[in-house]
């Protein structure tokens, strides 16, 4: 799997709202920068997702308009707009943002998210 794969494993994974099929694509020095909190430790993300898949129900996360900024052996950046729908108070909600992904090839050579930015896009 290469890594335009594993974007689209991650958000496919994502939208399992299971955090143990996210786990496996994650790098053990993952980093995560939300609007509201910095997560750097597996168990602080963990707990993020978990918290958002409860929040926000039957929640769907998309990627759209997608670039490659870098692309070298062993790590790849991305930039992308992300979508999310779902439900919040049994209220239907949608939204969008900007994120960040980087991501790094390990020693098995599998590519693996170490980090991840989302802001709004004010």
């Given at each position: ?27 053990e ?5 939300f ?31 997608v ?56």
């Amino acid at each position: 799997m290469g890594y335009e794969e594993a974007l689209i494993a991650y958000i496919a994974a994502t939208n399992t709202h299971d955090f143990q099929y996210v786990r496996k694509l994650l790098s053990e020095e993952a980093v995560y920068w939300f609007s509201d909190k910095s997560c750097r430790s597996i168990g602080e993300i963990q707990q993020y997702f978990e918290n958002a898949w409860e929040t926000i129900k039957d929640e769907v996360y998309r990627a759209t308009d997608v670039e490659w900024l870098v692309a070298e052996e062993n790590s790849a950046t991305c930039i992308y707009t992300y979508e999310y729908e779902g439900y919040y108070d049994g209220k239907f909600v949608q939204g969008s943002g900007r994120a960040t992904n980087v991501f790094v090839r390990d020693s098995l050579g599998e590519w693996k998210l170490i980090h991840e930015h989302l802001s709004s896009l004010r």
